[in-house]
């Protein structure tokens, strides 16, 4: 039986983990089927055709699935999963919000967050914040796994041509209405997908002083990103945190600044190819996990860290 | 209106988790346990809608071994009225904790369920998702504001692009996160005083619940460590080794 997955998107575009997902289920099964619910999302439906990967695009489009309300969803999925072995998805807050829900109604005990696909029924999985690695086999008939986005490469986006097939829409719950979104815009790259993030720490000292931030993030193309301590003072937004319950980043270069290394924010970036710490504690748990420390005050040391990397002539973007 | 609270008992979260050598599972003896961190929100949250006046009784309950008691404990004394001690042995995976808090809304009759979002021992982020399929009611997860209408809730909920609000009706499920609010500790004479709350005591096997585990642990191993690093003496050398040993600049 083929596994399905579910596609993840706004509408016009398809979010780019959904491409990392696609990567994870067809290592589960080569037949892969990818479900698109939304609402005029016939872009979505098209773009995910052309993954190389997917063998067929059920497209599900009315009104009641504009938000990705989970209570409309779930219905329409359960409508569609009798012919599939695993259903798949993202473990960003979309997947995590939506696959338990199915996975209940199809008395089926979930997998969560995998970052490895060892068999058919058997998975890696991360369990208290990254400090064992778990491997699970489901026993279920039908698998419902969610899929850490970052540990498995985006699949190629061009190239295939899936048949498009469309389907009826499930039953229309009223339980929840949408209300409001507030999205932070942003030109710089997304946090979970970007070559470099830096981030900042309770020891940034105040919301204003992200600005030193800010300016080598511009300087390297780079993410923010912040620890649940410099959010939970206000310094920056949620959507910036990295973390065992914020966002999991595995960029190229990780720069973490006035961060001490909590457990749980190594949890999010501890896998990043190379870490570098800035910190005035030389012996704060972040440089257990730093390929470069430097035991610095952050409000010296990034001013400097500007100035070096304009003397550079090229910088990798 | 009438609230109930799910809580976990779970290894302290300033432990360092240890990885037992026959790769089992991790070291529990002679660990530092609590509850749950966001299920501490879980529980405050429906403290202070009580104190507003929006509530009249809040409900504990936990599920595990005889000592998660002490979770239950801990709620009634930082506010909860009477707890639920759902006596059950060994792991019990999201599906099986979802089923058995049903049967416990079934007898209570709660408007609300809150819990944490996520436990963070097994980091599976299901069980309130599961228990609102299982209800048939609606789903407010990760919430980071919660707001009692007249007949309906509204929550913010912290989502990857940033914040998003739903309004649900009531009943209703809520999974807390950590911003909701800030746990209050408690005070001594609160602690004392809440040795005399009731606190009912039920065996698993008499709710009917099947709570046979679906998912095998074949292994618990280590992640693969991270080579240590050098120290740096300045941002020049900083760059350096960025640009010319690293090559990520």
Same mark, same amino acid.
């Given at each position: 039986? =083929?596994? %399905?997955?579910?596609? @993840? ?15 994870? #289920? ?11 619910? +939304?609402?005029?999302?016939? @872009? ?7 993954? =190389? ?51 209940? %109604? ?22 208290? #914040? ?29 190239? +295939? ?21 507030? @999205?932070?815009?942003?030109?710089? =790259? ?10 900042? +720490? ?12 800010? #300016? ?34 595995? =960029? ?37 996990? #730093?390929?470069?420390?430097? @035991?610095?005050? %952050? ?5 400097? %860290? ?12 | &209106? ?33 509850? /749950? ?13 009580? !104190? ?53 809304? !079934? ?7 809150? &819990?944490?979002?996520?436990? $963070? ?8 998702? &599961? ?59 609160? $602690? &004392? ?8 005591? $039920? ?18 191993? !280590? ?20 640009? /010319? ?5």
């Amino acid at each position: 039986m =083929p596994a %399905l997955l579910i596609a @993840e998107h706004n509408n016009k575009e398809v979010k780019p983990f959904t491409f990392n997902a696609i990567t994870a #289920a067809s290592q589960i099964d080569q037949d892969l089927h990818v479900l698109v619910i +939304g609402h005029s999302c016939e @872009e979505v439906a098209k773009s995910i055709s052309e993954v =190389p990967n997917v063998k067929k695009v059920i497209h599900i489009d009315d009104s009641i699935y504009e938000n990705y309300l989970p209570e409309n969803f779930t219905t329409a999925v359960i409508k569609n999963s009798e012919n599939y072995s695993h259903i798949v998805c993202s473990a960003n807050t979309f997947g995590k919000n939506l696959m338990p829900r199915i996975a209940a %109604l199809l008395d089926t005990s979930q997998v969560s967050d995998i970052i490895k696909v060892i068999s058919t029924d058997t998975f890696l999985r991360p369990i208290y #914040a990254g400090n064992a690695f778990a491997t699970v086999k489901s026993t279920d008939k039908k698998k419902c796994i969610t899929i850490r986005p970052t540990s498995f490469d985006p699949a190629p986006t061009s190239g +295939g041509s899936a048949e498009i097939v469309k389907a009826e829409k499930g039953e229309t719950s009223n339980l929840t209405k949408f209300i409001k979104r507030e @999205e932070v815009k942003s030109d710089r =790259p997304e946090l979970g997908t970007a070559r470099v993030v830096i981030s900042g +720490g309770r020891g940034m000292g105040s919301g204003d002083n992200f600005k030193l931030i800010t #300016a080598i993030a511009d300087k390297l193309n780079a993410a923010i990103g912040a620890s649940r301590a410099a959010v939970d003072a206000g310094y920056i937004t949620n959507d910036h945190q990295v973390g065992q319950t914020g966002k999991v980043v595995v =960029p190229d270069l990780y720069i973490a600044v006035g961060i001490s290394g909590a457990i749980q924010h190594l949890a999010g970036m501890k896998e990043s190819k190379i870490i570098v710490a800035i910190n005035k504690d030389g012996e704060a748990p972040i440089f257990s996990v #730093a390929d470069y420390g430097l @035991e610095a005050d %952050l409000f010296e040391a990034l001013p400097q %860290l500007l100035e070096e990397l304009n003397k550079l002539n090229t910088i990798q973007k | &209106m009438k609230i109930l609270v799910a809580v976990k008992r779970v290894i302290d979260y300033n432990v360092q988790v240890r990885v037992k050598e026959d790769g089992t599972g991790v070291v529990t003896e002679n660990v530092k346990m609590s509850t /749950n961190p966001p299920d501490d929100n879980a529980i405050e949250e429906a403290v202070k809608i009580k !104190e507003s006046g929006k509530a009249k009784e809040v409900v504990a309950v936990t599920i595990g071994e005889d000592k998660a008691q002490e979770t239950v404990r801990k709620a009634l004394a930082v506010g909860a009225d009477k707890g639920i001690h759902v006596k059950v042995d060994g792991i019990t995976e999201p599906l099986a904790v979802s089923k058995i808090l049903k049967k416990i809304v !079934e007898k209570e009759n709660p408007d609300l369920v809150f &819990m944490g979002k996520q436990a $963070i021992d097994d980091d599976c982020n299901q069980t309130g998702q &599961m228990l609102a399929a299982l209800l048939n009611w609606p789903q407010a997860t990760f919430a980071s504001k919660i707001e009692i209408k007249e007949k309906s809730l509204e929550v913010t909920r912290e989502v990857d692009e940033g914040l998003e609000t739903i309004e649900t009706t009531i009943p209703a499920i809520v999974t807390c996160d950590l911003r909701l609010n800030e746990p209050r500790y408690a005070s001594l004479p609160n $602690i &004392m005083k809440a040795k005399k709350k009731p606190l009912e005591q $039920i065996n698993v096997s008499d709710l009917g619940v099947d709570t046979k585990q679906r998912i095998e642990q074949i292994k618990v191993e !280590e992640p693969p460590k991270r080579k240590a690093g050098i120290k740096v003496a300045n941002v020049e050398e900083l760059v350096q080794k960025l640009k /010319n040993e690293a090559k990520v600049i």
